[in-house]
């Protein structure tokens, strides 16, 4: 039977722990960012869970962590217009995201398919709520969300300039782009839906 209950003992820590912060801007895809730390003494892989696959994009979807390792998250959401003119602390959003670990054996590549193949020993961290903050007012959430942003986009610029590594990396214009591995992220973004409903 799969373990559908938050842990007693969680294998990691997220900041913010409970909520995705997401600046207001109806009609545009805006970002979201959260930390992700490995806190157990084993490999733990994550994977991003979400209720609307087709208007959310996370980045990566899912990781192996070291222990002690943490990186920062990037979700991407399409802000739907409000059907009346509530400020941002108002609107409400149906949305929301679980992520999922599973400890594994020692530092391996990210796939998937991993999660269904130990159904028995996936863990539920984290239902994150999403949250709508006003971009024109300042705030220390604000502040904070933008300060992951930059630290995400700046870690993956040191990524894209590293030497190619194995799989089907083509280089364009001084930019490594993996069109395979974003073909395979779309795809498996439709998937993330999957098996969320049964704990929300």
């Known amino acids: ?7 007693t003992t969680r294998r990691l820590r997220l900041d913010p722990p409970n909520k995705l912060y997401f600046p207001y801007e109806p009609g545009k895809q805006v970002r979201s960012a959260i930390e992700i730390k490995n806190v157990s003494k084993s490999h733990v ?6 209720t609307a696959p087709k208007s959310c994009y996370m980045r990566p979807p899912g990781e192996v962590l070291a ?11 399409f802000v739907e217009p409000p059907e009346n003119d509530e400020k941002p602390e108002h609107q409400k959003s ?3 995201f679980k992520i999922v670990s599973l400890k594994v054996n020692g530092q391996m590549e990210y796939i998937p398919e991993m999660f269904d193949e130990q159904k028995d020993q996936v863990s539920v961290e984290q239902i994150l ?9 300042p705030s220390e959430f604000m502040e904070k969300l933008s300060r992951q942003l930059a630290e995400a986009d700046a870690a993956l ?6 030497p190619e590594a194995t799989g089907p990396r083509v280089a364009a214009e001084g930019l490594v782009i993996d069109e395979w ?4 992220e779309r795809y ?3 998937q993330q839906v999957e098996g969320i409903g049964s704990v929300l």
Do not use: H, N, Y
């Open 67 to 77: 222990p002690g390792e943490s990186l920062i998250a990037t979700v991407f959401k």
């Open 94 to 96: 149906r949305v929301k």
């Open 129 to 137: 709520r999403v949250v709508f903050l006003d971009p024109e007012q």
């Open 45 to 50: 892989a994550f994977k991003f869970q979400t």
């Open 181 to 184: 591995k974003e073909r395979r």
């Open 1 to 7: 039977m799969a373990k559908s209950l938050l842990p």
């Open 157 to 162: 610029e040191s990524r894209k300039k590293l």
């Open 188 to 190: 498996l973004a439709q």
